[in-house]
């Protein structure tokens, strides 16, 4: 494997990386929200849990991931789909559940173009502010959800924030979900300075965060990521799905 993965213990947020077993974790309640978690899960089974966490991949091929965050929206969503289409990119869509139930063509409009759908909690939780009953809820109702609408088992986790710890990352092991962060981001309050940053510094294996939900999404925002997919297109790189991107990378 020449992934450059992590296997748990990301950021600020140590995760307890093997995680236990889904009956009987001994998950203790919520920290105040200001401080790091340093929440375990103790397992009682017999299962050993392993969660990996990928924030980009290294493929033989110029391949990158460009990933939307926080929709489906009747705004963004869109836009987003028609600016993939004129340049032939796919993409993942990390998808808050209850935004696919509000609107769930958006989802097989999505899987229908090529793109992916993947599981970004059902009401953009923090994962590390609940307790492991909360987030299996919220990760499994989102993940049935959109299996109905897209005709497939999402296979991936987006962590909202990023963050997770090892009661997220045993949920996400029991759903037999990988991880995914980012490499690279794209804010839609800078979205001119993060393209140019991205152009400079991408490479194969890329995996690029941006949004079409929540407060991030807008016009300029919109304008650069259409010049961002326009530019590495020209420049030779292939934009696939996170699935795709890590098919390539094994
Ligand atoms: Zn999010």
Redesign the pocket.
């Known amino acids: 494997m020449n992934r450059r993965t992590l296997l748990t213990g990301i950021g600020l947020l140590t995760a307890g990386g093997a995680a236990g077993a889904a009956a009987g974790l001994a998950a203790e309640p919520a920290l105040n929200t200001e401080s790091p978690t340093a929440r375990t899960v103790s397992p009682s089974g017999s299962a050993a849990y392993r969660a990996t966490v990928t924030f980009r991949t290294a493929p033989s091929a110029r391949l990158v991931a460009l990933t939307f965050?926080?929709g489906p929206t009747r705004e963004w969503t869109p836009q987003v789909l028609n600016m993939l289409r004129r340049h032939g990119a796919k993409t993942t869509f990390f998808q808050v559940g209850e935004r696919a139930q509000a609107d769930p063509g958006a989802v097989s409009r999505a899987t229908d173009a090529g793109h992916e759908v993947a599981n970004?909690t059902w009401a953009?939780s923090d994962l590390t502010h609940h307790d492991e009953a909360f987030d299996r809820a919220s990760l499994e109702r989102t993940h049935e959800l959109l299996t109905k609408l897209s005709g497939r088992a999402p296979t991936l986790c987006r962590p909202?924030?990023g963050r997770i710890d090892s009661i997220g990352l045993a949920v996400c092991a029991s759903l037999g979900y990988e991880v995914m962060l980012w490499s690279n981001w794209v804010n839609g309050g800078s979205p001119k300075f993060d393209v140019d940053e991205t152009l400079r510094r991408a490479s194969p294996g890329s995996i690029v965060l941006a949004h079409d939900g929540?407060p991030q999404p807008n016009a300029t925002l919109m304008q650069q990521l259409d010049r961002l997919v326009g530019s590495m297109t020209d420049s030779g790189y292939t934009f696939v799905t996170v699935s795709e991107l890590l098919a390539a990378s094994r």
Do not use: A, L, M, Q
Request: glycine letters at 14%.
């Open positions: 965050d926080d970004h953009h909202p924030y929540g």
